[in-house]
């Protein structure tokens, strides 16, 4: 019975992948055009999430900063801090916000990565981005939660359509290669497939 439970993980996830490849190949692009205008300008890139989602933020940070599969100058990336030290600090989960707002500037764009998009915290740093003259690229899953409906039309959402959040992050981990490799790309040109 094990065996076919994990099988099952298998086969849900890469149908999944499957199901929204196409659907999702557009607004990935859109990031990837957002995310290249910005450090190509001379912005940053700030990345947040809460939870499992902060391990996200953090490896994607880490991605633009260190590089992808090539070797290539770092761009400037930052993940925030949903640690609970920070949390703590200030009421009404207004940890990301905060940073948003010291370190935010005209032109940088904010990414926020979220199973379901239900957190107001990020809601708040959505708002704090705005009010910095920043873009947001929404990473979200199900339908995109109080975030999605906090995004302007300049702004762009990847939704996974899914409700549940394992398979969520699984798409979103690819996402985010696809993001970079996309950026890569356009930055360093095609590379002959390994």
């Not at 999702?24 to 055009?33: E, F, H, K, S, T």
């Not at 979220?114 to 957190?119: K, R």
Request: a negative charge.
């Amino acid at each position: 019975m094990p065996d076919l439970r994990i099988q099952q993980h298998f086969i849900d996830s890469a149908d999944l992948h499957y199901q929204v490849a196409e659907t999702l190949a557009q607004p990935v692009d859109a990031a990837v055009q957002a995310v290249l205008a910005c450090v190509t300008g001379g912005g940053k890139v700030l990345v947040g999430g809460l939870g499992p989602s902060s391990a996200l933020a953090q490896y994607l940070a880490n991605l633009l900063v260190g590089g992808f599969e090539r070797e290539r100058p770092g761009l400037a990336a930052m993940a925030l801090s949903s640690d609970a030290v920070s949390a703590t600090r200030w009421a009404d989960g207004q940890a990301l916000a905060r940073q948003v707002l010291a370190l935010g500037q005209a032109g940088d764009v904010l990414v926020l990565i979220s199973a379901d998009g239900a957190e107001p915290a990020l809601v708040e740093a959505v708002q704090a981005a705005h009010d910095r003259e920043m873009s947001v690229l929404a990473l979200t899953g199900h339908h995109g939660g109080g975030l999605a409906r906090q995004l302007r039309e300049t702004d762009v959402h990847v939704c996974v359509p899914h409700e549940r959040a394992a398979r969520v992050r699984e798409v979103q981990y690819l996402v985010l290669h696809c993001l970079c490799d996309g950026m890569d790309t356009q930055l360093l040109g095609e590379q002959e497939p390994v």
